[in-house]
T-cell receptor, first 111, second 116 residues
Framework: DAKTTQPNSMESNEEEPVHLPCNHSTISGTDYIHWYRQLPSQGPEYVIHGLTSNVNNRMASLAIAEDRKSSTLILHRATLRDAAVYYCILRYYNQGGKLIFGQGTELSVKP | GAGVSQSPSNKVTEKGKDVELRCDPISGHTALYWYRQSLGQGLEFLIYFQGNSAPDKSGLPSDRFSAERTGGSVSTLTIQRTQQEDSAVYLC??????????????FGPGTRLTVL
């Protein structure tokens, strides 16, 4: 299975943009890149996913490198509510649906 | 609409007792998953139900763990003869079409299990 590598922790200031990196150098052509986050004392929640092109939604943007060996989750204006552990996960057909979580990046946001 | 619900929210039990954890998925979701998160550990897959297919039990840590999904809806995770290392938060998730790599999983709030 292709794996992802993320920094253990990052800090941001409130109302500033945050770029959360993820390396996935062994990604295959059919792997989708998903991001989930887990707020304190809650279950994970879906953030965004993409395959090749950059993606935007109301929560965040996902920038995917041209060679797809890395991606970046972008929070355009961090709020205190964005403090969470962010997980970058690869998914592919015939994987059986399960999510394989790594250690993720713990994002702290300072007022 | 209603999200994934789990009960109980907290469960304290004595070592050696059996426990049952319940998950109510989002209505219409064909896929249901169980994960667990131990203190200081990451999220670990346990079992996956997809429609009427045989469940993927590859993540169950021992034969003390079992799960069933009745009528394609509610699921129960049973842990027999609980051990202290079973203490964790047990999370349930559901999704519309589990086998698709673009599918979104919706998680419940979890059940915190403490084995004394």
């Amino acid at each position: 299975d292709a794996k992802t590598t993320q920094p253990n922790s990052m800090e941001s200031n409130e109302e500033e943009p945050v770029h959360l990196p993820c390396n996935h150098s062994t990604i295959s052509g059919t792997d989708y890149i998903h991001w989930y986050r887990q707020l304190p004392s809650q279950g994970p929640e879906y953030v965004i996913h993409g395959l090749t092109s950059n993606v935007n939604n109301r929560m965040a943007s996902l920038a995917i490198a041209e060679d797809r060996k890395s991606s970046t989750l972008i929070l355009h204006r961090a709020t205190l509510r964005d403090a969470a552990v962010y997980y970058c996960i690869l998914r592919y057909y015939n994987q059986g649906g399960k999510l394989i979580f790594g250690q993720g990046t713990e994002l702290s946001v300072k007022p | 609409g209603a999200g994934v619900s789990q009960s109980p929210s907290n469960k304290v039990t004595e070592k050696g007792k059996d426990v049952e954890l319940r998950c109510d998925p989002i209505s219409g979701h064909t896929a249901l998953y169980w994960y667990r998160q131990s203190l200081g550990q990451g999220l670990e897959f346990l079992i996956y139900f997809q429609g009427n297919s045989a469940p993927d039990k590859s993540g169950l840590p021992s034969d003390r763990f079992s799960a069933e999904r009745t009528g394609g809806s509610v699921s129960t995770l049973t842990i027999q003869r609980t051990q202290q290392e079973d203490s964790a938060v047990y999370l349930c998730a559901s999704s519309l079409v589990g086998y698709s790599p673009t599918d979104t999983q919706y998680f419940g709030p979890g059940t915190r299990l403490t084995v004394l």
